[in-house]
């Protein structure tokens, strides 16, 4: 069963992005090549994103030194903070 829930998931995840991306596309005449890009910028950003995330957690446990992770931890204290305060 848990099984069946977890494909049916994986499926809807990628079949409904896709009708609607059908639904747009035909209803504002935009080609496929705009949602291409998108996934593509999708895709590099978490590229860039999930490493650099992991990199600076490992900084803030102090498991990873140095110079630069010091500097980046130190510059995203601030934002880090204040994003906490607002939940």
Known sequence: M????GA???LLMILL??????????RYRVPWSLFGWGAVTFIGAQLVHLPLLQFLT??????????FVIAIVVALRPPLVTASVGR
């Open 17 to 26: 992005p896709l009708a609607l991306g059908a639904c747009l596309a035909r």
């Open 2 to 5: 848990e099984t069946a829930v």
């Open 58 to 67: 490992l900084g803030l446990r102090g498991i990873v030194t140095g110079p």
């Open 8 to 10: 049916l998931s994986a």
